[in-house]
């Protein structure tokens, strides 16, 4: 197993661009071609990341996306869809499936969420993981009453001989937007009545640096997973892969993937049903 991993910071990019980057490194970290990676980005306009398995028009409002400009990118993960805007910090631990990342899923998130757990207590915030939504939680006290609130969201996924868990890290948000943007901004969340009572940022606690808040993530995961890292560069082949993906996560029939198999799978179901007996 290597603990010499390669580090990635390609700072703010196109949405549907960081979908087709983080699976050609994962492809090419499966089939032994580059180091396994910590990759870190932002978008530089807002998108909603869809899970794999989800339907868009169960999960978002669609045309307000398009009246607004507003990016629906399906990933090649799985877990639950994500508002997400430049005010955040994204990543992809994207490891060897026979690596350091362990083969059970649940332990897979325990030891990498446990990477942004220890930058948070770097920051002198004290989080926790929370593992029924495979989130990290940040405790606050407020009015008489102490709650999590959720600081991080994260998804996982394997393929090609890799595995991946990507998540976000809040510096500030936009929670008027996601509510508009989302048709249950709460589901991912402990039973609140507003996503701002479920969740919490950087901002809050009074932390603004991102310099300091990426050093800290990196040196977290590093800790969690007992490598180092080196700052690295994207191969060509790694940009030319990128780039021949990105037009699948811009077509129609991949972002409405599960939409357009949910309907077909209605259709024929409806054409074989028996037809309705006579009076």
């Known amino acids: 197993m290597s603990t010499n991993w390669r580090f990635l910071d390609v700072d703010t990019i196109d949405g549907f661009y960081s979908t087709a980057l983080f699976e050609s490194i994962a492809g090419h970290v499966g089939s032994n071609s580059v180091p396994e990676t910590i990759l870190f980005w932002r ?5 909603v990341y ?4 989800q339907c868009v028009m169960d999960e978002i409002n669609a045309d307000f996306c398009s009246q607004n400009n507003i990016g629906i990118v399906r990933r090649i993960l799985g877990g639950g869809c994500g508002f997400c805007d430049e005010n955040q910090v994204l990543y992809s631990v994207i490891g060897k499936e026979d690596g350091i990342i362990p083969n059970d899923i649940q332990a897979a998130y325990t030891k990498v969420l446990r990477g942004v757990v220890n930058a948070l207590f770097a920051l002198g915030i004290e989080g926790e993981i929370e593992y029924e939504r495979n989130a990290v939680l ?6 008489g009453v102490l709650s999590g609130r959720k600081i991080s969201g994260n998804a996982q996924g394997r393929f090609s001989g ?3 868990i990507n998540g976000s890290l809040l510096l500030d948000f ?6 508009r943007v989302l048709k249950n901004p709460t589901k991912n969340l402990r039973p ?4 701002k009572d479920g969740m919490i940022t950087l901002k809050e606690m009074g932390i603004t640096d991102i310099g300091i808040v990426k050093n800290a993530l990196r040196q977290g995961f590093e800790k969690a997973l007992g490598i180092s890292s080196q700052d690295g ?4 082949r790694e940009a030319d892969t990128a780039n021949q993906l990105l037009d699948k996560y811009h077509r129609h029939d991949w972002i409405y993937r ?9 259709l024929r179901k409806s054409s074989s049903a028996p037809p309705p007996q006579q009076a």
């Open 162 to 164: 890799a595995v991946l």
């Open 233 to 236: 560069t994207l191969t060509l």
């Open 43 to 47: 978008v530089h306009s807002p998108v």
């Open 174 to 179: 936009d929670f008027e937007l996601m509510d």
């Open 138 to 143: 940040v405790h606050v006290f407020k009015y």
């Open 258 to 266: 599960m939409d357009i198999k949910r309907t077909l799978r209605k």
């Open 192 to 195: 609140v009545a507003h996503a």
């Open 50 to 53: 869809l899970g794999y398995h």
